[in-house]
């Protein structure tokens, strides 16, 4: 939250990327050298802020450099990538954890390629302060941004158990820590096809998009309520993967299209702030679902797909892609 109200306004992107790297990094290693927990959890902390700010900040980059016919594929691009990198990631951390505990905070030694491609290749995009004057009047965020604000704190919450709790579905089928390794894979591979097909799926689909991923993510939560198999768990992930990752996808494009240049940083921001805090609600939201019904692993998943439902029907009657998009400035047009 704190780098979307002020890239563009008091700060440069170069400048913060520099800031969010650094800080990024500070947390991603110095954990390694670490042998006290509280420290650990700070330092994870810390890197929170870096990662944080940096999400806000390739988001919002892309929406300011890539034109808008080519936004889709790039976004989609993102997904593909940034799971796939996951992936592997987690493969490589395990190898290292067989070494030693501390070992695995190496693999962010792998940040600095990314890292470095930003800073090396990403134009340097000043503060806004060429604005024009009679833009000196606040600005009113469109009503879009904040549908998906509100949209995305609930995906946070209906879609954790698929990302961060999908053990605990595979564990009430067949008792594996590597079966459930398994089956955690394959929310990745799901976002990551998803991420690779969306700027096919937009241009088929276009404003029809969003109310289309939704359904196709309830889909999968639902299912992952019903099937009793683990190949079936896999598949229902999988395509719980892919509709939250169109999803995203698309919920950015509807920011790119209804936020100004002024505005795009801070409504970037504010949505993964929020799908970060749906996230963190998503334990307690499990655990009074299961206190009132005395189901907390597969009620709230149907829960959920209600939720989802109501905001596919709500996004098809009334969609919140726009006729036509506030002017990106110049900028894009130069880089």
């Known amino acids: 939250m704190l780098v979307g109200m002020i890239a563009g306004k008091k700060l440069g992107y170069r400048k ?3 800031f969010c790297a650094i800080v990024e990094m500070l947390g991603a290693l110095l954990p390694f050298f670490a042998d006290n927990f509280i420290l650990i959890l700070v330092l994870r902390g810390l890197f929170g802020i870096g990662f944080g700010g940096m999400m806000s900040l390739e988001n919002t980059i892309a929406t300011i450099l890539i034109p808008q016919e080519n936004r889709s594929l790039v976004l989609g691009l993102g997904t593909f990538f940034g799971f796939g990198t996951n992936c592997l990631l987690q493969f490589i951390g395990g190898i290292l954890a067989d070494i030693s505990w501390n070992y695995v905070f190496l693999n962010h030694i792998l940040l600095l390629i990314p890292f470095a491609i930003l800073l090396f290749l990403c134009p340097d995009i000043d503060s806004d302060t060429e604005q024009p004057e009679e833009t000196t009047t606040k600005e009113h965020y469109s009503p879009s941004v904040f549908k998906m604000w509100i949209m995305m704190a609930f995906v946070g919450i209906i879609i954790a158990p698929l990302l961060i709790g999908c053990s605990f579905l595979s564990d009430a089928i067949i008792p594996s820590a590597t079966i459930a390794g398994i089956v955690a894979v394959f929310f990745s591979l799901g976002c990551m096809a998803g991420g690779l097909s969306y700027s096919k799926l937009f241009k088929l689909l276009k404003q029809h998009s969003l109310p289309f991923s939704l359904v196709v993510c309830l889909i999968g939560v639902i299912g992952c309520g019903i099937v009793r198999t683990i190949p079936l768990l896999c598949l229902m992930i999988f395509i719980g993967g892919m509709g939250f990752s169109t999803t995203q996808a698309s919920a950015m494009m509807i920011l790119g299209l209804v936020s ?4 795009i940083a801070m409504a970037s921001a504010g949505m993964m702030s929020l799908f970060n805090l749906g996230m963190f609600l998503s334990s307690p939201f499990d655990a009074v679902i299961g206190m009132i019904t ?5 009620m709230p998943l149907y829960i ?5 439902l109501i905001f596919a029907v709500v996004f ?9 998009s506030p002017s990106q400035g110049k900028k894009a047009e130069a880089y």
């Open 304 to 308: 959920g797909g209600v939720i989802l």
């Open 16 to 18: 913060l990327i520099y």
């Open 260 to 263: 100004s240049p002024t505005q």
């Open 294 to 298: 005395g189901d907390a692993l597969y």
């Open 316 to 324: 098809g009657i009334k969609n919140p892609f726009p006729e036509t």
